[in-house]
């Protein structure tokens, strides 16, 4: 077997999310993927302006240990099998917060916030649903609270507490 002198390597793939100019690089499959773009830019931008974190996605095949935690804490804490697809995930620190994010191919976002220490832990997962996505049958008992955003039109948001350690 003969070895190529420079063997292929494969370039990262990792998207750094640009709030100024959206884009849907990653996104493609989405059938609201515009919407999707916008609502991960809203994303990148609260990142930016809070915490002067730059929001980077991997594609859901290189962020699949981000992914399979997201799925476990919520078969764990309520029993929820999410039916699309991931497209992307990320996971970063920001202060004591862990941030675990998902963007699903039917526009669905989900985020896990765990704040590693301190007197006033706070554990969730959030809910994001880009505007013109129906609610996924597996979150059909959220209720949702409508959010307006210049870079994604209506967000539908919720969230649950999580009681486990993760």
Known sequence: MILPLFPKVEPSVT???????????????????????GLRANEARYFKNKYDHVFTVDPAAKAKKDIDKVHRILKEERDIVIASPPLEATTFQVENIRWTYVFYESGLSINVLYTLNGPNLKRAVGFKLSEGMDVPAELGSFKFARQKSELAGTIRGSYFVIKGEY
Do not use: W
Not at 17 to 26: A, E, H, L, P, R
Not at 28 to 34: F, I
């Open 15 to 37: 998207y750094s999310v640009d709030f100024v100019n959206v884009s849907t690089v990653g996104l493609e499959s989405s059938p609201v993927v515009a919407a999707l773009a």
